[in-house]
């Protein structure tokens, strides 16, 4: 972590690329979560401070993920849903990149049925780690997405292949 924080230090004052980035994601669980639920989609918004003279990012992304539960009765619906709030670091290296995040996930647990509706909260640590290809402001990438949870019914992991388009801040 020292490392990582003086380079973005050392760098700072070479003043990079700013870029605000909309994706969109089809997520497939893993662990546990497959178990309960079917594939998912997700999109978010990650902001991008360019920092130094080589292509590399401070990022701060917020973004919505929602997986149906499986197996249920015509009558009931109920759904995970996780709302990330990450900060992480970007490096691009020609039209590849790579990034990892770190931050917190808000998760929720909803089912609705002929007795009523039933619904559960969690606030837990999440992480992130992708890797994609740029091509003419276009990203598609694959990323792993993880938030940790003391009861395992609240974990939502999964690997996500993501749509994102790159918008300069000049």
Avoid: C
């Amino acid at each position: 972590m020292m490392i990582f924080l003086f380079i973005s230090y050392q760098s700072w004052s070479q003043k990079g690329v700013n870029l605000i980035q909309p994706s969109v994601q089809v997520n497939i669980p893993t662990g546990n979560l497959a178990d309960n639920v079917n594939t998912g989609y997700g999109a978010a918004l990650k902001g991008m401070l360019g920092v130094g003279k080589v292509p590399q990012h401070l990022t701060l992304e917020v973004g919505y993920n929602r997986f149906g539960v499986k197996n249920l009765p015509l009558s009931v619906d109920a759904s995970y849903s996780s709302i990330p709030a990450y900060f992480g670091y970007r490096a691009r290296l020609g039209g590849l990149t790579i990034e990892s995040q770190a931050g917190v996930a808000f998760n929720h647990i909803e089912g609705s049925g002929p007795l009523g509706t039933v619904s559960s909260n969690q606030t837990s640590f999440g992480w992130a780690i992708s890797a994609g290809y740029v091509y003419r402001n276009v990203e598609l990438a694959v990323r792993y997405q993880n938030s940790e949870s003391e009861n395992d019914t609240y974990a939502i992991r999964f690997v996500g292949i993501r749509l994102a388009y790159n918008i300069s801040l000049k």
